[in-house]
C-alpha cells in the first residue's frame, strides 16, 4: 500500500520533454568556412585531471531557530484507502516514521568565498606563486614555482613531471542543500504517506558550519608541465561534495518558547521543541549531517598544435568589412529604402579590396567599380537631389578620417581638398585621392 501511494506521488511531477529544456544550439548557416587545411592553433591541453575527497565532517541542523531561513515543501497522499490524506492537516501530535532519507548539495564554499591563501597550497611542499578567486574557481599561479617541479628524466623525454599537490585547512565551509526525507506521518487519526523538502531559502543565508570542520586535500601524482615559449601551466581547482544524513527527524510543535541566546550549531543540552513566535503547529527538522568536501584540480597548458580543419570565414573589423557585410545582406549598393533614404553611414557597398591604386598619377587609377569614390560618384549621379550629395560629401569625409587615422600621421592629408570631393561636380581622380594610401592588393599600405 505505501508503494502504490509513492507511485501516485511521483505521478504528479510534471513530465517535461528534455528535448526543448536540454541539448547544445548551434547555428553555421551564416558562417562560411574554407578548405581543410593544415592550421597551427593554440590549444588549452589538459595535463592533470583530478579529485580528492576530504575526511567527513559532521554538525548538527535544527531548523526551530531559524526556521525562516528554510523553504519547507511538505505533500502527502492516502495509502489507497480514500482516507482523506489529500492533504492532511498536521496537528501537534503527528507522529513521523522516516523510511527514506538523503540530501543533495547544491552549493559549497568557504566562508567568506575565497578564504585560501598561496600558503595553503603546496606542490612538492613549496607555496605557489599566487591564488586568486575568479568565478566560483581558485586559479594558482606557478609561472616561477614550474622550473623547479621539473625532473631532468622527463625533461630529456619530453614529458611532464609528478608532483605532490597539497591544499590544506580549508575551514568554515558554507553550504545550501536540500534535504529530503519520505515515509508516513500519523495525525488526526490517519495514517499518510508524505514527502518533505526543506532547502536554504533563496534569499536567505547559507549554512555555515563551524570553524572547527577543516579539511585537507591532496593529490599525490599531479601533473605539471614544463614552460614552453614563456607560458607556463595553469593550475586551478574547485570544491564540491556528498551530504549525507543520520538519525533525521521531524517534529511538529506548537508551543513559542524565547529563543535561548546565539549558540553554535554544535552546543550541547539545547531542546529541539522551540519555535520562536509561533502558536500554529511548525515542521521543525532536526539531523547530524555528513559533509564530505571533494576538490577537482586541473593543469593546462595553452600549446601549440598543428590539425587538418577548415577555418571559419569570418569578416574582418574594418571598414572594408563593414561595407563588404552590407553588400551581402542587399542587392542595392546604397540599402536606398522606400520612404527612408540612406539608412546607414556606411551603406554604400564596397568590395574587400577597395581604394586600389596603381601609382600616383590620374591615369594610374583603377577603373573598377570596387573604387569608393568611384562608386559614391555613380550614386550621386542619380537624381536623388541635394540629399545625395550632402550624404556622399560625409560618406567620402568619414572614410578619409577613418584611413588617416589608421595611417596616423597624415593629419596634412586629411586636410587637404583633394580628399573632399567626392560628388559629381568635381573630378574623378580628385575625388579618389582619399584612398591613395591603399596598394595594389587593398590592404598594403
Known amino acids: 500500500m505505501i508503494k502504490r501511494g509513492k507511485d501516485r506521488m511521483k505521478r504528479r511531477k510534471c513530465e517535461l520533454d528534455p528535448a526543448g529544456l536540454c541539448g547544445t544550439n548551434i547555428d553555421t548557416s551564416n558562417v562560411d568556412f574554407g578548405d581543410r587545411e593544415p592550421n597551427l592553433v593554440y590549444i588549452d591541453k589538459v595535463f592533470s585531471f ?12 535544527d531548523t526551530r531557530c531559524d526556521s525562516e531561513d528554510f523553504e519547507v515543501k511538505f505533500t502527502t497522499a492516502d495509502r489507497g484507502c480514500g482516507c482523506g490524506c489529500n492533504p492532511a492537516e498536521l496537528d501537534c501530535n503527528a507522529v513521523f516514521e522516516i523510511e527514506k532519507a538523503f540530501a543533495v548539495l547544491d552549493f559549497i564554499e568557504t566562508s567568506p568565498p575565497g ?31 614550474a622550473s623547479r617541479l621539473q625532473h631532468r628524466n622527463c625533461l630529456e623525454a619530453g614529458l611532464p613531471s609528478k608532483n605532490f599537490l597539497s591544499i590544506r585547512d580549508v575551514c568554515t565551509w558554507e553550504i545550501r542543500a536540500t534535504y529530503v526525507l519520505e515515509g508516513t506521518v500519523t495525525t488526526g487519526g490517519r495514517t499518510c504517506c508524505f514527502r518533505a523538502e526543506i532547502s536554504n531559502a533563496d534569499d536567505g543565508p547559507p549554512t555555515v558550519l563551524p570553524a572547527t570542520c577543516c579539511s585537507n586535500f591532496a593529490i599525490p601524482n599531479f601533473s605539471v608541465p614544463c614552460t614552453q615559449n614563456g607560458i607556463a601551466a595553469d593550475v586551478a581547482f574547485h570544491f564540491s561534495g556528498q551530504v549525507k544524513l543520520v538519525n533525521p527527524e521531524l517534529k511538529v510543535k506548537c508551543n513559542s518558547r524565547s529563543c535561548p541566546p546565539p549558540f553554535t550549531l554544535e552546543a550541547p543540552g539545547l531542546s529541539a521543541e522551540f519555535f520562536p513566535g509561533r502558536n500554529e503547529p511548525t515542521l521543525v527538522f532536526k539531523s547530524k549531517v555528513v559533509l564530505e568536501p571533494e576538490v577537482h584540480v586541473e593543469s593546462v597548458r595553452r600549446t601549440l598544435f598543428s590539425i587538418n580543419a577548415q577555418e571559419g570565414l569570418l569578416p574582418c573589423e574594418s571598414v572594408a568589412g563593414e561595407l563588404a557585410s552590407e553588400r551581402r545582406n542587399t542587392t542595392d549598393p546604397c540599402n536606398n529604402l522606400a520612404g527612408a533614404g540612406f539608412h546607414h553611414a556606411n551603406t554604400c557597398a564596397l568590395n574587400s579590396n577597395f581604394g586600389c591604386r596603381k601609382g600616383d598619377r590620374e591615369e594610374d587609377v583603377c577603373e573598377s567599380d570596387r573604387n569608393p569614390c568611384r562608386i559614391r560618384d555613380d550614386v550621386c549621379e542619380r537624381n536623388r537631389g541635394n540629399f545625395c550629395e550632402e550624404f556622399c ?22 586636410r587637404d581638398d583633394r580628399f573632399r570631393g567626392c560628388n559629381h561636380n568635381r573630378s574623378v581622380a580628385g575625388a579618389r585621392n582619399a584612398c591613395q594610401f591603399f596598394g595594389n592588393n587593398g590592404c598594403s599600405w
Do not use: A
Request: charged fraction near 25%; aromatic fraction near 6%.
Open 115 to 145: 578564504n585560501i591563501s598561496p600558503s595553503q597550497v603546496t606542490i612538492d611542499g613549496e607555496e605557489v606563486d599566487s591564488v586568486v578567486f575568479q568565478n566560483g574557481r581558485y586559479l594558482v599561479g606557478i609561472s616561477e614555482l
Open 50 to 61: 583530478n579529485s580528492d575527497t576530504s575526511c567527513p565532517v559532521f554538525f548538527c541542523l
Open 393 to 414: 560629401e560625409e560618406l567620402c569625409e568619414e572614410l578619409c578620417e577613418e584611413i588617416c587615422d589608421s595611417v596616423g600621421g597624415r593629419s596634412d592629408g586629411c
